[in-house]
């Protein structure tokens, strides 16, 4: 699939030092990060990754040397360019995570049976890593580039990727999910990868790849190599150096996010505080250890909350962390602020940490007290909750709102079904 939902803080996309030019892209080494530029054309000819990896073609999300049929595919490019919000590609740069949507997208193909193969591929190269060393030696690696600009064929190599990842099981690794177009359901791949700590694929290591030499020889990255033999993982990871977001990094820029959210907005219209339970269940969406959470009455503020345990450990002796949750159900105009987040805050002397969720997003003042002070607490914003909806299959407002329906019903769809 070709779409890019990044992670905050990401690099942007800018031409610096780091930029290769098109005429030289057919010698360059790949760079992690760095930026490599399109030609000017105005045709399918101004692809840059066709100039750096000959052979993969100048079109598609899956490009590869070899044959998925043939199972003699010797490296692989994902592309991603971030148009297609129903399929959210995802890069985590601090922990070197990456999901990536199959090439399944529309009603009436089998899982596999798409034209570039590219599922089958998927499935083939996940089911081989769990393999003997020498079975995994025929996995080829792939090469993450995510377009760089709105316009123009400009491409950023995000880095080397390997199936799979430290702390996923097998069934995370790979999973097919159930997507619903025009009342026609179909399935598609959910692919997870680790980005290796590897910061320069030379060019020798490329050509050598594509000419069908042995991928452990001929400039071999270190992290390749002991993926291959020991299947560990040494994930380039990049804590950010801020964790202050812009009004705008929290909001969604898209009109079908800015649907989810006022379409969320309005199911609790006139009942606000009813949106605590739906806040719960967004947690529950990002942190599935959560365990059992009651919703506490309304406070002398106005307010409503819930207090919950977040289990961690093995499931046959966990221990139970204490967290408080709160929730806004703001307009993307009103700020969450100091005010509004002090009650958690002082709430943290009782619980080990707290969970802020709001449709909104927060002020920067708000932002820098918590994080300077040390508050261990989850700020969750608009941008977040349609991306993390996105994520479990809610890309839509009408699918958002057939969720609440049946999560959240109304007092008079509650009273209708109790008649009957």
């Given at each position: 699939m070709?779409?890019?939902?990044?992670?905050?803080?990401?690099?942007?996309?800018?031409?610096?030092?780091?930029?290769?030019?098109?005429?030289?892209?057919?010698?360059?080494?790949?760079?992690?990060?760095?930026?490599?530029?399109?030609?000017?054309?105005g045709?399918?000819?101004?692809?840059?990754i066709?100039?750096?990896v000959?052979?993969?073609?100048?079109q598609?999300?899956?490009?590869?040397?070899?044959?998925?049929?043939?199972?003699?595919?010797?490296?692989?490019?994902?592309?991603?360019t971030?148009?297609?919000?129903?399929?959210?590609d995802?890069?985590?740069?601090?922990?070197?995570?990456?999901?990536?949507?199959?090439?399944?997208?529309?009603?009436?193909?089998?899982?596999?049976?798409t034209?570039?193969?590219?599922n089958?591929?998927?499935?083939?190269?996940?089911?081989?890593?769990?393999?003997?060393?020498?079975?995994?030696?025929?996995?080829?690696?792939?090469?993450?580039?995510?377009?760089?600009?709105?316009?123009?064929?400009d491409?950023?190599?995000?880095?080397?990727?390997?199936?799979?990842?430290?702390?996923?099981?097998?069934?995370?690794?790979?999973?097919?999910?159930?997507?619903?177009?025009?009342?026609?359901?179909?399935q598609?791949?959910?692919?997870?990868?680790?980005?290796?700590?590897?910061?320069?694929?030379?060019?020798?290591?490329?050509?050598?790849?594509?000419?069908g030499?042995?991928?452990?020889?001929?400039?071999?990255?270190?992290?390749?190599?002991?993926?291959?033999?020991?299947?560990?993982?040494?994930?380039?990871?990049?804590?950010?150096?801020?964790?202050?977001r812009?009004?705008?990094?929290?909001?969604?820029?898209?009109?079908?996010?800015?649907?989810?959210?006022?379409?969320?907005?309005?199911?609790?219209?006139?009942?606000?505080?009813?949106?605590?339970?739906?806040?719960?269940?967004?947690?529950?969406?990002?942190?599935?250890?959560?365990?059992?959470?009651?919703?506490?009455?309304?406070?002398?503020?106005?307010?409503?909350?819930?207090?919950?345990?977040?289990?961690?450990?093995?499931?046959?002796?966990?221990?139970?962390?204490?967290f408080?949750?709160?929730?806004?159900?703001?307009k993307?105009?009103?700020?969450?602020?100091?005010?509004?987040?002090?009650?958690?805050?002082?709430?943290?002397?009782?619980?080990?940490?707290?969970?802020?969720?709001?449709?909104?997003?927060?002020?920067?003042?708000?932002?820098?007290?918590?994080?300077?002070?040390?508050?261990?607490?989850?700020?969750?914003?608009?941008?977040?909750?349609?991306e993390?909806?996105?994520?479990?299959?809610?890309?839509?407002?009408?699918?958002?709102?057939?969720?609440?329906?049946?999560?959240?019903?109304?007092?008079?769809?509650?009273?209708?079904?109790?008649?009957?």
């Amino acid at each position: 699939m070709e779409n890019f939902v990044a992670a905050p803080n990401a690099p942007i996309a800018t031409p610096g030092k780091h930029a290769v030019a098109f005429g030289q892209l057919q010698e360059a080494d790949l760079q992690v990060d760095a930026l490599y530029q399109g030609g000017t054309s105005g045709n399918s000819g101004d692809d840059p990754i066709a100039k750096l990896v000959r052979g993969v073609g100048n079109q598609g999300g899956f490009r590869y040397v070899g044959s998925p049929l043939r199972g003699d595919v010797r490296l692989v490019i994902l592309y991603t360019t971030g148009d297609q919000p129903d399929w959210p590609d995802a890069l985590d740069p601090q922990t070197g995570a990456f999901t990536y949507y199959g090439d399944n997208r529309t009603p009436g193909h089998e899982l596999h049976g798409t034209s570039r193969k590219g599922n089958l591929l998927l499935r083939d190269i996940f089911a081989a890593s769990h393999e003997a060393p020498e079975q995994r030696r025929r996995v080829p690696p792939f090469l993450l580039f995510e377009k760089a600009a709105t316009k123009g064929r400009d491409v950023r190599f995000r880095g080397l990727l390997a199936p799979g990842g430290p702390a996923l099981t097998s069934d995370d690794e790979l999973a097919a999910v159930w997507r619903t177009t025009a009342g026609r359901r179909f399935q598609n791949y959910r692919a997870r990868f680790t980005v290796l700590d590897h910061p320069v694929v030379s060019r020798g290591w490329i050509d050598h790849l594509r000419s069908g030499g042995d991928p452990l020889t001929g400039d071999c990255p270190p992290a390749w190599q002991a993926w291959v033999q020991t299947r560990s993982y040494s994930p380039l990871t990049a804590p950010v150096t801020t964790l202050i977001r812009s009004q705008a990094e929290q909001l969604p820029t898209d009109p079908e996010g800015q649907a989810v959210l006022e379409a969320i907005r309005e199911h609790f219209r006139g009942r606000e505080h009813d949106f605590e339970a739906c806040a719960v269940a967004l947690w529950r969406l990002l942190a599935p250890a959560t365990g059992q959470v009651d919703i506490t009455r309304r406070s002398r503020d106005g307010g409503r909350d819930a207090i919950g345990k977040y289990h961690l450990g093995p499931s046959a002796d966990r221990i139970a962390i204490d967290f408080a949750l709160e929730a806004k159900l703001y307009k993307t105009s009103n700020s969450v602020g100091i005010r509004e987040g002090s009650r958690l805050i002082s709430r943290l002397r009782h619980r080990n940490f707290g969970v802020l969720v709001t449709t909104s997003h927060f002020n920067r003042q708000f932002q820098e007290e918590v994080r300077a002070d040390g508050h261990p607490i989850v700020l969750i914003c608009g941008r977040d909750i349609t991306e993390l909806l996105r994520q479990h299959g809610f890309a839509t407002a009408e699918a958002v709102r057939s969720w609440l329906t049946h999560q959240f019903p109304t007092p008079d769809v509650i009273n209708l079904q109790s008649q009957h």
